[in-house]
């Protein structure tokens, strides 16, 4: 089966704090593609990352930073120093493209509340 | 605009009714997806097209979802006999190739569909 399940429906942090959503999934194959995207109040999902599942590096870019590990098939997505612009709903997501489609599976999502 | 354009931005409709949702890509891009998603869920998948051609059109709930993409640049999703579980916001996404490129999706705001 396919799915992405993110369990932290909504978290909130006071800004400047480090702040961890989590990201686990299941998957047919071998071969896929792990993302997260982002979706400010205005409702247009940005994207973030798309990570191949064998990279198995962590990503780090500013402030942000991915932990893949497929060995308990997670994706987890850190924030260092959150700000307030931070506050969104994340969203990870996984594709399959061996099985000759595009499509993105998505998980709930996690609200992320920064307050001044 | 450069950025993936959507009409109308709200819809509200009688139960029965037919409706349709525009979506205009950024230019070039050949691959394009359609998304709906609930209040409090992540998108969930409907349909996709690489160029004129529904590549995978797995999501679409019933035979009242239709989608076209004629000349492989606008998109229409049409819904017929609306029903009141129809209301969600419908999103468009397009990409250059698809997620085998660099994996970015550009979506739209969405369509807010309202069934009354």
């Known amino acids: 089966a396919q799915k992405v399940t993110q369990a932290q429906t909504e978290i909130s942090v006071v800004e400047k704090e480090d702040v961890t959503l989590d990201c686990v999934y299941e998957?047919?194959?071998?071969?896929?593609?792990l993302f997260w995207y982002k979706q400010p109040p205005s409702g247009e999902l940005v994207f973030l990352i798309r990570?191949?599942?064998?990279?198995?590096q962590n990503e780090i870019s500013g402030r942000y930073s991915w932990n893949f590990q497929k060995s308990t098939s997670s994706f987890n997505f850190t924030i260092t120093a959150s700000q307030v612009v931070d506050s969104a709903v994340y969203f990870c997501?996984?594709?399959?493209?061996?099985?000759?489609?595009?499509?993105?599976?998505f998980g709930t999502g996690t609200r992320l509340q920064v307050f001044p | 605009g450069a950025g993936v354009s959507q009409t109308p931005s709200n819809k509200v409709t009688e139960k029965g009714k037919y409706v349709e949702l525009r979506c205009d890509p950024i230019?070039?891009?050949?691959?394009l997806y359609w998304y709906r998603q609930s209040l409090g869920q992540g998108p969930e998948f409907l349909i996709y097209f690489q160029g004129t051609g529904a590549a995978d059109d797995s999501g679409l709930p019933n035979d009242r979802f239709f989608a076209v993409r004629p000349e492989g640049s606008v998109s229409t999703l049409k819904i017929q006999r609306t029903e009141r579980g129809d209301s969600a916001v419908y999103l468009c996404?397009?990409?250059?190739?698809?997620?085998?490129?660099?994996?970015?999706?550009?979506f739209g705001e969405g369509s807010r569909l309202t069934v009354l």
């Open positions: 998957t047919r194959d071998t071969t896929y593609y």
């Open positions: 997501a996984l594709s399959e493209p061996v099985y000759n489609t595009d499509k993105l599976i």
């Open positions: 990570r191949n599942s064998f990279d198995e």
């Open positions: 230019s070039g891009h050949t691959a």
């Open positions: 996404a397009s990409s250059l190739i698809g997620t085998e490129d660099t994996g970015e999706l550009f």
